[in-house]
């Protein structure tokens, strides 16, 4: 059981470049989320899918897209990355909405 | 607007003694609070909750305490260990599914 699985680990982008950041579980949970912590401040929540087929924003969407492709797997994209966007990003998932969130390793992504 | 606030960015222990870190809210519409641990490099791992009708919990080492009239909750560790040594968060749920986080504590314990 690897849990929640993040890829890239690292990443670093100029301004304006895009990419898309994949996040997978294996635990066969209903709910997915995308967060970002930024220094001094906790993890703020991005988007949530509540089950597959659905995606909901969180505090801080803007600049952000999320599909959820199937059960597993969540991914985020960013169409035009911005240093404001340097962060690190973790992804969780938990059962159901308001079951404890089991977290990813996190990626680092900086932005030039 | 900090909803959950962390005030101590860091504390310092000797292993063996008791580890105590606390956690102020605003927010008096949270359901349940949660600890999470996070090792460097690795996301964080769930540790310990409360519900807001209760106002301690117990997991071994760990122990939650909830004043929901000073809107404060603390964390106890005892007897704190080497690999206690991590940045523990404290979170607010707010609704089914937003967690409100705080700005964590680093917690190292002096072998």
């Known amino acids: 059981n690897a849990g929640v699985t993040q890829t890239p680990k690292f990443q670093v982008l100029k301004t304006g470049q895009s990419m898309t950041l994949q996040c997978a579980q294996d635990?066969?949970?209903?709910?997915m989320y995308w967060y970002r912590q930024d220094p001094g401040m906790g993890l703020r929540l991005i988007y949530y899918?509540?089950?597959?087929?659905?995606?909901d924003k969180g505090e801080v969407p803007n600049g952000y897209n999320v599909s959820r492709l199937n059960k597993r797997e969540f991914s985020l994209r960013l169409e035009s990355a911005a240093p404001s966007q340097t962060s690190v990003y973790f992804c969780?998932?938990?059962?159901?909405?308001?079951?404890?969130?089991?977290f990813g390793p996190g990626t680092r992504l900086t932005v030039l | 607007d900090q909803q959950v606030k962390q005030n101590s960015p860091s504390l310092s222990v000797q292993e063996g003694r008791i580890s105590i870190l606390n956690c102020d809210y605003t927010?008096?519409?949270?359901?349940?609070f949660l600890w999470y641990k996070k090792y460097p490099a690795e996301g964080p791992t769930f540790l310990i909750s409360?519900?807001?009708?209760?106002d301690k919990n117990e997991d071994g080492r760990f122990t939650v305490f909830l004043n929901k009239s000073a809107k404060h909750l603390s964390l106890h560790i005892v007897p704190s260990q080497p690999g206690d040594s991590a940045v523990y968060f404290c979170?607010?749920?707010?609704?089914?599914?937003?967690?409100?986080f705080g700005t964590g504590t680093r917690l190292k314990v002096l072998a």
């Open positions: 969780a998932s938990s059962e159901a909405l308001a079951e404890k969130q089991f």
């Open positions: 927010n008096s519409m949270f359901d349940y």
């Open positions: 409360i519900s807001s009708i209760k």
């Open positions: 979170a607010g749920e707010e609704g089914t599914y937003k967690y409100i």
């Open positions: 635990m066969n949970h209903n709910s």
């Open positions: 899918s509540a089950s597959e087929g659905t995606t």
